[in-house]
């Protein structure tokens, strides 16, 4: 597990089962990748995010191009994706950056 710059756990194929799918609340993940514009937009939101929520939500990053299996197993196509997970289970789906206010609206049903 490595921290990224933002201050965000890294997760990787070897670990998400581990770190996401068998977190005891809910996971936010953030499908990124290096070449993308609106991930590096989003990044300093979520890692507010996950300031703010600590202990009620769980925020982590995956970069899909080094972790293909995670990102094929989900079906995701477009960065940044922010999928939350429940129980191991994908609950939200969200694609694109968005403003910090709107994302908590966004999420507030599944925390």
């Given at each position: 597990m490595t921290t990224h710059t933002e201050g965000l756990t890294e997760v990787t194929d070897a670990t998400f089962a581990e770190e996401v799918?068998?977190?005891?609340?809910?996971?936010?993940?953030e499908?990124?990748?290096?070449?993308?514009?609106?991930?590096?937009?989003?990044?300093?939101?979520?890692?507010?995010?996950?300031r703010e929520e600590e202990g009620r939500l769980k925020v982590v990053l995956i970069d899909v191009d080094r972790n293909?299996?995670?990102?094929?197993a989900?079906?995701?196509?477009?960065?940044?994706?922010?999928?939350?997970?429940?129980a191991g289970e994908p609950v939200k789906s969200l694609v694109g950056a968005r403003p910090k206010?709107?994302?908590?609206?966004?999420?507030?049903?599944?925390?």
């Open positions: 799918l068998r977190a005891d609340g809910p996971v936010l993940v499908f990124t990748a290096d070449w993308c514009g609106p991930c590096r937009q989003i990044a300093p939101v979520l890692a507010e995010v996950a293909p299996q995670t990102q094929s989900y079906g995701v196509l477009s960065m940044p994706t922010l999928m939350v997970f429940r206010r709107r994302l908590l609206q966004e999420l507030a049903d599944v925390l």
